[in-house]
């Protein structure tokens, strides 16, 4: 077998069905094409590695929702394309160093009292909320890492790192910080 166009629909199946030999080598076979797709598709090598890693992850969690096992390497490359696509419009949307306005860019440091306030008001957060929010927030993990990390979706990742956002904003508010 030779990249995808040497995959047959048994492989896929099998992967679909729960074969993790299969998936393994699904995921083995597919990322050559995947990252030549994406070198093209893509507007720079970092964001190619990323977008295929984005399609390999989808193949990972999300195989078992694929309908017609016919259309598995469109799905892959749609996956790609599109997160490409949104790699794109998030570079559009930053100002590059040179260009930004120096004096937007001096950075006023935190005062204590807020940075041991927040520290306490983190640590107050249930587990499962500031787990996510440490890894996503702190450690800068992206949310397909930190999902791998705790063994729970990118979609969970999401909607928990939502609520810890939310919790700590009223938490702030509460605590006279900011004004609504």
């Known amino acids: 077998m030779s990249g995808l166009a040497g995959i047959d ?21 597919s990322q050559p094409d995947l990252m030549r797709f994406a070198r093209r598709t893509c507007a720079n090598a970092e964001d190619a590695e990323d977008a295929v890693q984005a399609a390999l992850w989808q193949l990972h969690r999300r195989i078992g929702t694929l309908r017609v096992i016919a259309a598995f390497t469109s799905w892959l490359f749609r996956i790609v394309e599109r997160e490409c696509r949104r790699l794109l419009g998030l570079q559009r949307r930053t100002v590059p160093l040179e260009n930004a306005d120096p004096s937007a860019l001096r950075i006023e440091p935190v005062p204590s009292d807020l940075r041991r306030d927040l520290g306490a008001m983190i640590a107050a957060l249930p587990d499962l909320y500031r787990e ?30 939502h609520r810890a956002r939310t919790m700590l904003r009223e938490k702030l508010l509460g605590s006279g910080y900011w004004s609504s």
């Open 9 to 29: 629909g048994g492989l896929v199946a099998a992967a679909k069905a729960g074969d993790a030999a299969a998936l393994d080598r699904l995921l083995a076979v």
């Open 132 to 161: 996510v929010l440490i890894l996503r927030d702190i450690e800068k993990l992206t949310a397909p890492e930190a999902a791998a990390q705790l063994g729970i979706s990118v979609e969970a990742v999401k909607s928990r790192l």
